[in-house]
């Protein structure tokens, strides 16, 4: 299980960014930012994780320049695709359809709502250095507060970014 304080897995994964598609590798990322925030997600258009990436967009986190967000969900390019012009993603969202990162991350579900080997559902915080700053898990569905972005802020302001904690509303 990765967890605080570990060093970070590496990625490749393609990633719809800006309405393109392009290799996400976290390494470059880590060289041009301070901070990386992994939002895993199942799918999709769940409704628990749509909230919590919609509010991490209202929150401004996309554009503070020293920190990235990323999405990774078990869905295609495709989805993908349609998914951020719905709700206005303006941050990459990786298709981990295999599940490989996920499961470098120890965050693989065997099998959630008929779905198998897909992400669960966790924001992971990843400083400059690979270190695992924060590891917030929590089932897929589960709409209490606060949120992992929520929690996961705390991190983010301790590695000294001037970020906004999300406000996520669950609508269910």
Avoid: C, N
């Avoid at 295609?76 to 490989?100: E, I, N, R, T």
């Amino acid at each position: 299980m990765v967890t605080t304080g570990q060093k970070a897995p590496d990625f490749i994964r393609p990633a719809v960014v800006g309405g393109d598609v392009r290799m996400l590798e976290l390494f470059a990322e880590l060289r041009e930012h301070s901070a990386v925030a992994l939002v895993f997600q199942p799918a999709d258009f769940v409704p628990t994780g749509t909230a919590e990436l919609r509010a991490v967009r209202d929150a401004g986190w996309h554009d503070h320049p020293e920190l990235l967000v990323v999405g990774v969900t078990g869905d295609s390019l495709y989805s993908h695709f349609a998914y951020a012009a719905q709700y206005d993603l303006g941050f990459p969202l990786v298709s981990d359809f295999h599940g490989g990162v996920a499961d470098s991350y120890d965050l693989l579900v065997a099998e959630w709502e008929g779905h198998s080997e897909i992400p669960g559902r966790a924001t992971v915080v990843v400083d400059g250095d690979w270190t695992v700053r924060t590891v917030e898990r929590v089932d897929p569905l589960d709409s209490r507060s606060p949120a992992p972005v929520e929690r996961a802020t705390g991190s983010l302001q301790g590695l000294g970014l001037d970020v906004t904690r999300p406000d996520v509303e669950y609508d269910l």
